[in-house]
């Protein structure tokens, strides 16, 4: 699918079919996720794919009993590694740029889903504590975002966005500076 019009078709999808995701599908979506910029290429993130029924309920249930992710035929859980960030850029790297990496990550992630017919939504209400003992993280790695994956079984309308104009401030120089 063109760029540009995976980003216009992208929607947040919180309903999926039975249908099982195809494995050529997923590998493209985890090599998209891969290939992603991270803070000095530290990569400091690590992406668990869950496909286990009862472990997706569980997931599902650590979310805020979003009880919708449990029909999910997979979820992958986007982690940090703040230790790894940190090695390079200190508490910076530790507090931030594993994050962002992260974000990107799980960012390409969703936008890969819809080029591959997919349909996903981030979600970030969680308890860090359950999910981690759910995927059995080991105590380095924090989770960061979930990532629910399937066949669309919804068609949601795109949501409002506000005007660029609103959104965007152009030539934004303090015109000070020059004198």
């Known amino acids: 699918m063109e760029f540009m019009n995976v980003i216009r ?7 999926f079919s039975s249908q099982e995701i195809e494995p050529d599908a997923l590998t493209s979506i985890l090599k998209a996720i891969r290939s992603c910029p991270t803070a000095g290429n530290l990569q400091a993130y690590k992406v668990y794919v869950i496909e286990a029924p009862e472990k997706i309920k569980a997931l599902s249930k650590a ?3 979003q009880d919708w992710i449990a029909g999910a035929p997979a979820v992958l859980v986007f982690c940090i590694d703040p230790k790894q960030s940190e090695t390079k850029y200190g508490k910076r790297g530790r507090d931030l740029y594993c994050l962002i990496d992260a974000t990107i990550a799980i960012t390409v992630g969703h ?3 819809v080029a591959q017919g997919l349909g996903s ?8 504590a359950a999910v ?8 380095h790695l924090k ?4 990532l629910p994956i399937g066949h669309p079984a919804e068609e949601p309308e795109p949501t409002s966005r506000r005007p660029l104009d609103e959104l965007i401030e152009r030539d934004c120089i303090d015109e000070n500076l020059n004198n």
């Open 121 to 128: 939504t981030m979600v970030g209400a969680f308890n860090e």
């Open 63 to 65: 979310a805020s009993d």
């Open 9 to 15: 078709t992208r929607r947040s999808i919180r309903a």
């Open 132 to 139: 981690a003992k759910i995927i059995g993280l080991p105590s």
């Open 111 to 113: 936008l890969a889903t």
């Open 143 to 146: 989770p960061h975002l979930i």
